[in-house]
């Protein structure tokens, strides 16, 4: 985090880092550059560094000094979407024949990149429980370059500790890569807990209102940092100017939708825990959840996930989807509407048949900010 920031609190700094106002006409608001070249003066006088768009662009530039002080990282790099950031980062960690730890519960676009696509050029992966440091120490080999974590992960909402894992990644001379996507920066900072790679999918809470699609990679280590914007650059799947002003404007209120989300989250998971046809709810705000103790300790908040599962099977899961009405049903998740799927036959789908295939019974939530006394009816309605 750069020093001007270094010792504001959260809400202060995702107003202001890197929302500095523009020099001409005092506009609050970082403009949109939707521009693809620049005005050189005389050859290679660059004006602030900018000659081309893929390569910088002051909105995406200003994006992403706000990314690196939300996380308090050394460099934030913006990318087209969470899966473009992940491609850059493994390109750029990994060689053919290196291996990397994956979790037993993952996003099903970050499995299908692993298993689909990265597998093909030689690299090779291990599932290990990355809630069990033990298990994550048990599944490094010599080939090892690097752990990926997800912390709450998807769907399952597992809680890793980040701290325990980043001793085991430094004693194997690993790097540590957390998927931050659920919780934001605002619940958790996995670089303050030792990891070395911080990963969201801006479309998520970042952007927080369904119009977006981006991705982010944080680091502070310097030398890592300028590898990576330099694959960034090589292989350009960079944030636009639009997304990127998109991205800017919803940080600005994330702290206040998170508390919402977790608030609204905490809420739903008391009417399920009573609920005749739920059978399990998954949530680290509950103090039955195995990793509630490690999820207090290092976020915030618990966030505004929210998994269950019923009883009666995968028919009754889908049931239950199609009939919510104010939980719209679809992919995604972090918007200010609140969204059902069920993730074995959505966002999930490619992980089937794998280590990571998850529960037919399973319905995921992403809660929102409306009224939760609106949201908890409606949930009744549809379980039935």
């Known amino acids: 985090m750069s020093d001007s920031h270094s010792t504001q609190n959260f809400e202060t700094v995702a107003i202001h880092a890197g929302n500095t106002a523009d020099p001409l006409t005092g506009a609050v608001v970082p403009p949109i ?92 992966w291990s599932v290990a429980d990355t809630s069990d440091p033990e298990a994550v120490r048990a599944a490094l080999t010599d080939r090892t370059k690097a752990i990926w974590v997800e912390t709450p992960s998807n769907p399952l909402l597992g809680i890793t500790d980040i701290a325990a894992v980043a001793q085991i990644a430094r004693e194997a001379g690993v ?119 490690i999820a207090a300790k290092q976020m915030r908040a618990f966030g505004g996930m929210v998994s269950f599962r019923v009883e009666g099977g995968e028919e009754a899961a889908v049931e239950v989807c199609n009939r919510a009405g104010l939980f719209t049903l679809g992919e995604s998740l972090g918007g200010v509407e609140s969204l059902i799927e069920h993730p074995g036959r959505m966002t999930h789908a490619s992980v089937a048949g794998s280590a990571l295939e998850v529960p037919a019974d399973l319905v995921r939530l992403s809660v929102g900010i409306e009224s939760a006394d609106d949201l908890v009816a409606d949930l009744q309605q549809a379980l039935g």
């Not at 990282?73 to 990397?100: I, K, M, N, Q, Y």
């Not at 008391?270 to 998954?282: F, G, Q």
């Open 175 to 293: 790097r540590l890569v957390v998927d931050n996507t659920f919780a934001s920066p605002y619940l958790q900072q996995p670089l303050a807990l030792g990891a070395d790679v911080v990963v969201h999918s801006m479309t998520k809470y970042m952007g927080g209102h369904s119009d977006v699609v981006g991705g982010a990679l944080v680091v502070d280590d310097a030398e890592l940092g300028e590898e990576l914007a330099f694959h960034q650059n090589a292989m350009g799947a960079v944030a636009g100017p639009f997304d990127a002003w998109l991205v800017l404007r919803g940080i600005k209120t994330l702290a206040v939708r998170m508390d919402r989300h977790s608030e609204n989250a905490a809420k739903i998971t008391e009417m399920l825990t009573r609920h005749a046809r739920v059978t399990h709810v998954l949530y680290p705000g509950l103090a039955e959840h195995p990793g509630h103790e």
């Open 33 to 124: 550059y939707q521009v693809s070249t620049y005005k050189q003066d005389g050859v290679g006088g660059l004006r602030g560094g900018y000659e081309y768009s893929r390569s910088a662009n002051p909105t995406r530039t200003a994006l992403e000094e706000n990314l690196a002080a939300l996380e308090g990282g050394r460099r934030g790099l913006a990318f087209a979407s969470g899966l473009a950031a992940e491609d850059c980062l493994l390109r750029t960690l990994l060689s053919p024949g290196d291996h990397v730890v994956i979790p037993n519960d993952a996003y099903g676009g970050t499995f299908r990149l692993f298993a689909k696509v990265v597998s093909r050029w030689g690299v090779e």
